[in-house]
Structures are given as C-alpha cells and as structure tokens.
C-alpha cells in the first residue's frame, strides 16, 4: 500500500471484535508515534495505555460522567457505556506544556496530532481498528480524565485512542468517506 492510498483509505474504525489486542501490536503503534515530527525534538507526547483492570475503572467513572450529563436519559447512558465495554485498548495521548510560552505549547500540540494521525495509519497495517475521540466516553475534555491517568500538571490530555480488531459487520455496513474537494478549500496565492 502506498502511502497516498493509505492516507485516502483510513477510517474511524468504532465497532470491535471481541478480541484483545497484542501488546506487541500496542508497543509497535507507540513506536511509530515517536516518529512524528515535532519542533525542536522536544518529543511533546506521553501515552498512557488503559487495558484489564484499569479499563474497568475508567468504565466506572465514564459512568459517572454519563449519568451526571445525561440524568434522564438511561438508554444513552447504556449505548454509551457499551461503546467502552467493546473496547479492548485505549491510549490516552497528553502534550506537554510550556510554562511561559504559549507558541512552544501550541506546537508541541501540534505534534501530538501529528503522532496521533501516525499510529492511526500504523493501526491500519496492523490491521486493528482506531479512532481518536474527545467527546462523549472519550472524556478528553473532562478534567477527571487527567486526574484518572494520573499526568502531571504540564500535560494536557489531546487524545482518547480507541482500539481494536474491527468487526467485520460494521465495516461492511460504513458509509464511504467523502470529503469537500480541496479546490473549495484552496486560495492560490
Ligand atoms: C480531534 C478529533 C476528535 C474526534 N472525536 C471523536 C469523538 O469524540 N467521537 C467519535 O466517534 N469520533 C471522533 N473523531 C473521529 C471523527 O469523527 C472521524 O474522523 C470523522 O467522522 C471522519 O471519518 P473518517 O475518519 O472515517 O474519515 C474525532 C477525530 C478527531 C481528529
């Protein structure tokens, strides 16, 4: 696969096979995010991998989180709640800040984006399902998720990596990616 066919064929893989995943196939995805690019190799990221006991954990305070936002409605709370059950692995993804410099925090962000997108394309070769989630179950913008991981104060959480061996089903089922033409996106200068 080349990597232009492999960028236009990554999806966001949410369905899983009940299935763990190999912690060589997790060690291999951490590798490949070192690689990104990042200024100044300040090398910004930090991973920290939620799996066994410690997913039951982070299941139960999921739940807080969803019966707090969501109090009269139990069948969202459930739907969601099951997303995490089918989950075998999750990486959560910080960046590290710089006190004092706003440009170096942004960048080193950045880079953690860059890392991200990297293992995402390695989970594909690996043939394991991913997706990066923020909102919902992935808690990415709810303080409790850092006091959960136990990071630092200068790490600010960016990603929840969701991931597993897809089910075959679901995939049959997605509806094909489709993107604005980058024509409608572009100004030549
Ligand atoms: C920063 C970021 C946050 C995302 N957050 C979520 C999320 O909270 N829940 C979710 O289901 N998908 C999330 N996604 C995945 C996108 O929904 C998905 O990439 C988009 O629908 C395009 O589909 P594709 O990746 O299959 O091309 C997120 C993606 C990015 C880059």
């Known amino acids: 696969m080349t990597i232009i066919s492999a960028l236009g064929s990554r999806r966001a893989i949410r369905d899983y096979r009940d299935q763990e995943v190999e912690e060589e196939k997790i060690k291999r995805l951490l590798e490949v995010a070192t690689w990104a690019p990042n200024d100044r190799m300040r090398e910004p990221w930090s991973f920290y991998v939620i799996k066994g006991e410690a997913k039951k954990r982070y299941e139960a305070l999921a739940m807080e989180f969803l019966e707090e936002r969501f109090p009269t409605k139990p069948h969202l709370v459930n739907s969601s709640i099951k997303v995490l059950t089918n989950t075998p ?56 998720l850092h006091q959960f991981i136990g990071a630092p104060e200068n790490k600010k959480v960016i990603g929840n990596i969701f991931v597993g061996y897809p ?7 997605m509806k094909p990616s489709k993107r604005t033409s980058f024509e409608e996106k572009t100004t030549w200068l």
């Open 89 to 144: 692995v999750h990486i959560v993804v910080t960046s590290d800040v710089v006190p004092g410099d706003e440009d170096a925090t942004k960048d080193n962000e950045y880079a953690v984006c860059c890392a991200i997108h990297s293992m995402w394309l390695a989970a594909k070769e690996l043939e394991l399902g991913f997706v990066w989630r923020t909102r919902g179950v992935g808690l990415v913008h709810d303080e409790r």
């Open 167 to 173: 089910d075959e089903e679901s995939i049959q089922k």
